[in-house]
Structure formats: structure tokens, C-alpha cells
């Protein structure tokens, strides 16, 4: 392996890490907020790529497009809160409640896939590049040849990411997710609309997802089942940098997708399974990931 291909399969690594970061963060903020993973949030992301695929070729100009699909997805996460997450808050305190969490927005991954594989069929799809040239528009730097396209997808992820941050953790709106987090109870005597806040929260995140599935059609194919592929890598991207510190799920994305690419150079037939094992031995040894908090709980 020369030194350009490693500094290249390091920048097409972290390219293919931060989406799986972004998808991360959505499952990490939903966490937080209500204490529960949404298990269909690897196919919001795919709704978004292939809501991408048809806004484009409607001839729509693209970055109309990709504020239509983000919002679109936003949308559609505020339907999913309305209608399939509102009600089992109601049942939260059921020895059910959990079980019923899990099969509902798996239900509802379910859904997405067999609606999307209806409209678009059950072949792959190109979303297209997000720049002109796509993956050959090459710049070089010391004798170092770097995909543009790969550059600007982990730039994006890289300002999305410090604006989430920033949301979160430096705005009123954040300072009352937060508290709703941290004591639902405390929030409703203080004047926070609960209901409101855990409904943006599900559509902060599936927005994110859409944003991902924006980024994502220019580094890989499309069909629709992927999506559960970005649902278990981003579980294991949030393991590994610690459910509790999105930073570090930032980093956990970089170092899985990093890992992922090296590990593919190195063996094609099965260079995803190295990173999933290294990950899983991570986990074993260190439950709260690698800049997680011991104590994660927040109820």
C-alpha cells in the first residue's frame, strides 16, 4: 500500500464515518429526550436518498431539492411521533412498553422499505453526484490525488454536526430539551411543553437523517433495504464513542469508518466483519464506549 492510498481510503474512511455519525446523532438525541432508540432511523435516512432520486429527476434544481427533502423527512417524522410514538407514551410504564417501542418503529422501517421498494423497484439506484464530475473530480496536493466529492460530504457532516451542537447544548430550545431529558416531571412545572419538545426532537432527527440520505447517494448505491445497514452501524458508531457525548459519536464515526475502509482494502470478501468485531470487543470491554460517561442515565 503506497502513501496515496492510504491518505485515500483515510479521506474516503471519513467521508463514509461521518454519515454514519449524522444518522448517530439523530438516534443519540431521540435517546436522550425519551430514553428509547428509534429503530427506523437508518430508513429515514434511505427515504431521504430516494426522495433525492425523484426530486432530481423532475428536473427540480438541486438545491431546492435538498431543502425539500430535508424538510420532507422532517415531516415525516413528526407523522411517525403523531401517530406511532405519541400513543406508547401512554404505555410507557407498561412491562410491555419497551417491547412495543421496538416493534413499532421497526414496523414502521418495515413500512418505509416496502413503500419505497414499490415505487422504485427492487434494483439499484444512482442518486447521483453532488458536485460536477462526481467521484473523478480529483484535486491534487503534494502528488496526492483527493476526491472532491468525499472532501465536501465530510465538510457538511463536519458544520451540520457543530449546529446540532450548537442547538442542543447553546440555545434556550436545547437548554429545554435537555431539561425534559433530564426530568420530564420538573419540565411540566417549569412551563416547557413536553409533548412539543419530544415531537422537534423527532423531527430534528429524522431531519438529520434526511441529510445523511442527501450525503449518502454519492458514495454508494441505492436500494431499499439499506437503510437497516445504517441503522446498526450508527448503534455501534454511538457504542463505540459513548451514547451520552455526541462528540464522541462524531469520533466514533470517523474511527468505524476509518476501520471500515482500511478493513476492505485489506480483504473485499469480508472487510466489513473486522471492524463489527473490534467494535463488539470494544463494547465488552468498555460498556460506556470510548468518551462516554459511566453513569448514562438520565432518568
Same mark, same amino acid.
Given at each position: 500500500m503506497t502513501f496515496s492510498t492510504l491518505v485515500q481510503l483515510l479521506i474516503?474512511?471519513? *467521508? #463514509?464515518?461521518? /454519515?454514519? *455519525?449524522?444518522? !448517530? +446523532?439523530?438516534?443519540?438525541?431521540?435517546? =436522550?429526550?425519551?430514553?428509547?432508540v428509534n429503530f427506523g432511523q437508518g430508513d429515514f435516512m434511505m427515504v431521504g436518498a430516494f426522495l433525492l432520486i425523484t426530486a432530481r429527476a423532475s428536473? %427540480? @434544481?438541486?438545491l431546492i431539492a435538498v431543502a425539500v427533502v430535508i424538510l420532507a423527512v422532517g415531516v415525516l417524522g413528526w $407523522?411517525?411521533? &403523531?401517530? !406511532? /410514538? &405519541? @400513543?406508547?407514551? &401512554? #404505555?410507557?410504564?407498561? @412491562? +410491555?412498553?419497551?417491547? *412495543?417501542? $421496538?416493534l413499532t418503529t421497526a414496523g414502521v422501517a418495515f413500512i418505509l422499505q416496502n413503500f419505497v421498494e414499490l415505487v422504485h423497484g427492487r434494483s439499484v439506484q444512482h442518486a447521483g453526484p453532488l458536485i460536477e464530475g462526481g467521484r473523478d473530480a480529483i484535486v491534487h496536493l503534494m502528488g496526492i490525488g483527493f476526491a472532491l466529492e468525499e472532501l465536501l460530504v465530510a465538510a457538511v457532516v463536519l458544520i451540520i454536526a457543530a449546529a446540532f451542537y450548537r442547538l442542543v447544548f447553546r440555545s434556550r430550545w436545547g437548554e429545554s430539551i435537555l431539561t425534559v431529558a433530564f426530568n420530564p416531571e420538573a419540565s411540566s412545572l417549569l412551563g416547557i411543553n413536553t409533548r412539543a419538545i419530544k415531537?422537534?426532537?423527532?423531527?430534528? !432527527?429524522? %431531519? =438529520? !437523517?434526511? *441529510?445523511a440520505g442527501v450525503l449518502i447517494g454519492s458514495l454508494v448505491t441505492l436500494h431499499p433495504h439499506i437503510g437497516l445497514v445504517f441503522t446498526i452501524k450508527a448503534l455501534i458508531v454511538a457504542a463505540i464513542g459513548g451514547f451520552s457525548n455526541p462528540i464522541g459519536i462524531l469520533l466514533g464515526g470517523l474511527i468505524f469508518g476509518v476501520s471500515e475502509a482500511l478493513s476492505n482494502y485489506v480483504d473485499s470478501s469480508f472487510g466489513d466483519m473486522y471492524p463489527l468485531l473490534g467494535a463488539l470487543l470494544l463494547i465488552a470491554l468498555r460498556p460506556s464506549g470510548l468518551f462516554g460517561e459511566k453513569a448514562t442515565h438520565v432518568r
Open positions: 474516503g474512511g471519513v *467521508a #463514509s464515518g461521518s /454519515i454514519y *455519525a449524522l444518522v !448517530a +446523532l439523530g438516534l443519540y438525541i431521540t435517546h =436522550l429526550t425519551v430514553d428509547k428536473g %427540480m @434544481p438541486f $407523522i411517525l411521533e &403523531r401517530i !406511532a /410514538i &405519541r @400513543p406508547l407514551e &401512554r #404505555s410507557r410504564r407498561s @412491562p +410491555l412498553g419497551n417491547y *412495543a417501542w $421496538i415531537t422537534g426532537v423527532f423531527v430534528l !432527527a429524522s %431531519m =438529520l !437523517a434526511g *441529510a
